[in-house]
């Protein structure tokens, strides 16, 4: 499998006292090449988990890989930023949603309903893989 891995997916993976553990472990089962994302949710699963060295890890076996330089895409994240503001996403969501559009054919690995309401290139549904009862 492949995908674009989410901060909640990073999470839960990680930690086995989360709701999501199960759902994240069977998920990381089947993953066949590094899950792509940016370094937002790195930064965001870190600071979530109190855990630098545990997400570097990640990167490290190719759980997760970098994949999105933020100068290369800040206008488009800017219009995003601005479309979506009623609902005030953060960076990585922003950072996401653009990459969905760079990748179109991956699922989002999340558990963060917004990704149902986001459009990626103004109208597309994001794929996403998302436990049975979300957030």
């Known amino acids: 499998m492949r995908g674009i891995a989410d901060t909640g997916f990073i999470v839960a993976f990680a930690n086995r006292r989360d709701r999501y553990f199960p759902w994240a472990h069977g998920l990381a089962e089947k ?7 940016c ?14 060295a545990l997400v570097l890890r990640f990167l490290e076996t190719g759980l ?6 933020l100068s290369d895409h ?21 950072c996401l949603i653009r990459m969905s559009e760079l990748n179109p054919k991956m699922p989002i690995l999340t558990v963060d309903q917004d990704f149902t309401v986001y459009r990626r290139n103004g109208k597309e ?3 996403v893989l998302m436990p049975p009862n979300g957030n």
């Open 31 to 37: 993953v066949s090449t590094p899950l792509l994302t």
């Open 39 to 52: 370094e937002a949710v790195v930064a965001e699963a870190a600071y979530l988990l109190s855990d630098s």
């Open 64 to 69: 997760i890989k970098l994949d999105f330089n």
């Open 74 to 94: 800040q206008q488009e994240l800017s219009k995003l930023a601005k479309r979506y503001a009623d609902r005030s996403p953060d960076l990585a969501d922003l």
């Open 125 to 127: 549904s994001i794929p």
